[in-house]
C-alpha cells in the first residue's frame, strides 16, 4: 500500500514562492513508478471544493495545469519525490494542498480517478 506525504507548505507574502514536495512513505516513488499515470497536485481552499492544480505523467513527463496557476506552478519529478513549485503567489493561492497519484489510467483532472492521497499540507499566501 501507497501513502503519500506532502511537505513544504507555509506562510508566504504575495509574490513569493514555495516548494511543495511529495513523496511515497516507506520507499521512494520508482519503486512503483511504471503503474503510476499522472501524479497530480489538488487545492482546496476553506468554503470550497477541492480543485485540480496541476499533473504529470510519470511515464512520458507531459505536464498539465489549470488555467488558475498556469505560468506560475510547475509540476516535476524526479526518481523520489514530485514537486510543486509555486512562483508569484497570490491570496487566493491560499488552501490546503493535496497531493494524489494513478495507478491506472485515468483524467488527470478528475479526483475519482486518482487511488492514492496525501494528508495535504497547508499553503497560507497573506496580501
Known amino acids: 500500500q501507497v501513502q503519500l506525504v506532502e511537505s513544504g507548505g507555509g506562510l508566504v507574502q504575495a509574490g513569493g514562492s514555495l516548494r511543495l514536495s511529495c513523496a511515497a512513505s516507506?520507499?521512494?516513488?520508482?519503486?512503483?513508478?511504471?503503474?503510476?499515470?499522472?501524479l497530480g497536485w489538488f487545492r482546496q481552499a476553506p468554503g470550497k471544493e477541492r480543485e485540480f492544480a496541476a499533473a504529470?505523467?510519470?511515464?512520458?513527463?507531459t505536464t498539465y495545469y489549470a488555467d488558475s496557476v498556469k505560468g506560475r506552478f510547475t509540476i516535476s519529478r524526479d526518481k523520489n519525490t514530485v514537486y510543486l513549485q509555486m512562483n508569484s503567489l497570490k491570496p487566493e493561492d491560499t488552501a490546503v494542498y493535496y497531493c494524489?497519484?494513478?495507478?491506472?489510467?485515468?483524467?488527470?483532472?478528475?479526483?475519482?480517478?486518482?487511488?492514492?492521497w496525501g494528508q495535504g499540507t497547508q499553503v497560507t499566501v497573506s496580501s
Open positions: 504529470v505523467s510519470w511515464s512520458s513527463g
Open positions: 516507506g520507499r521512494t516513488l520508482s519503486t512503483v513508478a511504471m503503474r503510476w499515470f499522472h
Open positions: 494524489a497519484a494513478q495507478a491506472r489510467a485515468g483524467n488527470y483532472r478528475y479526483e475519482e480517478s486518482y487511488d492514492y
